[in-house]
T-cell receptor, first 115, second 115 residues
Framework: AQSVAQPEDQVNVAEGNPLTVKCTYS??????LFWYVQYPNRGLQFLLK??????LVKGSYGFEAEFNKSQTSFHLKKPSALVSDSALYFC?????????????FGGGTRVLVKP | ETGVTQTPRHLVMGMTNKKSLKCEQH?????MYWYKQSAKKPLELMFV???????ENNSVPSRFSPECPNSSHLFLHLHTLQPEDSALYLCASSPTDTLSSYEQYFGPGTRLTVT
């Protein structure tokens, strides 16, 4: 079984401040982890992924995420948030040992960056 | 959002109508997905198709009928819907080879309103 949790429904941050969106996961095998962003009335856009290798993954629009196996976490970070980063963010996981190609998504975290 | 297109972008239908949603992907993927996104449940997987064959039906009511004539096209046929079916319907596609990470690419969605 695979599951993912995003403990915060909303994160508020001032423009220019660091942004962190939390994600924890549970899988039986090796985790494949993803972050997506959704702007209003749009589909989900891929930001970054962790499959293997370096624990710090860099992605689009200046975002990065850190894989922490001991804490089963994959938090999304951006050093300096922009107002345009205001959106809905989804974390997703796939068990690398599982058959099939199903991703399990978290409930989403709404980010509001204030000027 | 490039690579996966969905039509129509907006649809209003009565409970007795029959309509269809269309999804097309230009990425050469062999897996396609339908998701429902609503305020109550942010992202629900509905159906999965691999190489035109349905491999997952997530207990979706029969008033939703998917069709996958080839690996590039996916339809969702709608009939006798209920007001609670109003939501954003997202289509996605992904590769299926064992060396890939099964990253999914999403279309912009169809905003469905059932009156």
């Amino acid at each position: 079984a695979q599951s993912v949790a995003q403990p915060e429904d909303q994160v508020n941050v001032a423009e220019g401040n660091p942004l962190t969106v939390k994600c924890t996961y549970s899988v039986s095998g090796n985790p494949y982890l993803f972050w997506y962003v959704q702007y209003p009335n749009r589909g989900l856009q891929f930001l970054l992924k962790y499959i293997t290798g370096d624990n710090l993954v860099k992605g689009s629009y200046g975002f990065e995420a850190e894989f922490n196996k001991s804490q089963t976490s994959f938090h999304l970070k951006k050093p300096s948030a922009l107002v345009s980063d205001s959106a809905l963010y989804f974390c997703a996981v796939r068990d690398g040992r599982a058959a099939g190609n199903k991703l399990t998504f978290g409930g989403g975290t709404r980010v509001l960056v204030k000027p | 959002e490039t690579g996966v297109t969905q039509t129509p972008r907006h649809l209003v239908m009565g409970m007795t109508n029959k309509k269809s949603l269309k999804c097309e992907q230009h990425l050469g993927h062999n897996a396609m997905y339908w998701y429902k996104q609503s305020a109550k449940k942010p992202l629900e997987l509905m159906f999965v198709y691999n190489f035109k064959e349905q491999t997952e039906n997530n207990s979706v009511p029969s008033r939703f009928s998917p069709e996958c004539p080839n690996s590039s096209h996916l339809f969702l046929h709608l009939h006798t819907l209920q007001p609670e079916d109003s939501a954003l319907y997202l289509c996605a596609s992904s590769p299926t080879d064992t060396l890939s990470s099964y990253e999914q690419y999403f279309g912009p969605g169809t905003r469905l309103t059932v009156t």
